[in-house]
T-cell receptor, first 112, second 115 residues
Framework: AQSVTQLGSHVSVSEGALVLLRCNYSSSVPPYLFWYVQYPNQGLQLLLKYTSAATLVKGINGFEAEFKKSETSFHLTKPSAHMSDAAEYFC??????????FGQGTELSVKP | DAMVIQNPRYQVTQFGKPVTLSCSQTLNHNVMYWYQQKSSQAPKLLFHYYDKDFNNEADTPDNFQSRRPNTSFCFLDIRSPGLGDAAMYLCATQIPGTGKYNEQFFGPGTRLTVL
């Protein structure tokens, strides 16, 4: 069965610092992976997706993620954090039944 | 712009009083989903439709029902809300052509409070 694990329920960075949110997946088949962002009292917005094309995926708002099969990872990064990046971030994998399985989320705080 | 609209955005109901949440889409997408998201947790799939074909998750309580009268609208009915049903309810559609990996587009959610 497919699953994702997000390491760190809370991450705090200073404005302008590197953002690194960690996601490891478990899948017996080549995975399809997603990162979604959720602002307070809002729905989920797709940041980027890995669909077995390029291993380095660029998304919206300056975020990118690299698929590393050897490490079973799909970590999300952004070179320079902005105050507006403060939100909850969810990693997700498509399971064999075609549904999305979400990680528990990582809350990103950005300090001025 | 094509959208997924959820009404109301905030809903307050009383313990045991039936409530209906609404989702509409201007996208003409075939597949629609309802998720429940409790505070500081991941979204949990309740059920989904492929066109009018209804698919219930095995662990979705009987208290939760759904209707999809046409492509554009989908409703979530909670027959007797309990305090544990207080949550954000998210509606989503599957982007056409992405069935292989299932990219979903989410609405803004309805936050349900049960008093």
């Amino acid at each position: 069965a497919q699953s994702v694990t997000q390491l760190g329920s809370h991450v705090s960075v200073s404005e302008g610092a590197l953002v690194l949110l960690r996601c490891n997946y478990s899948s017996s088949v080549p995975p399809y992976l997603f990162w979604y962002v959720q602002y307070p009292n809002q729905g989920l917005q797709l940041l980027l997706k890995y669909t077995s094309a390029a291993t380095l995926v660029k998304g919206i708002n300056g975020f990118e993620a690299e698929f590393k099969k050897s490490e079973t990872s799909f970590h999300l990064t952004k070179p320079s954090a902005h105050m507006s990046d403060a939100a909850e971030y969810f990693c997700a994998v498509r399971n064999q039944g075609g549904k999305l399985i979400f990680g528990q989320g990582t809350e990103l705080s950005v300090k001025p | 712009d094509a959208m997924v609209i959820q009404n109301p955005r905030y809903q307050v109901t009383q313990f045991g009083k039936p409530v209906t949440l609404s989702c509409s889409q201007t996208l003409n997408h075939n597949v629609m989903y309802w998720y429940q998201q409790k505070s500081s947790q991941a979204p949990k799939l309740l059920f989904h439709y492929y066109d009018k074909d209804f698919n219930n998750e095995a662990d979705t309580p009987d208290n939760f029902q759904s209707r999809r009268p046409n492509t554009s609208f989908c409703f979530l009915d909670i027959r007797s809300p309990g305090l544990g049903d207080a949550a954000m309810y998210l509606c989503a559609t599957q982007i056409p052509g992405t069935g292989k990996y299932n990219e979903q587009f989410f609405g803004p959610g309805t936050r349900l409070t049960v008093l």
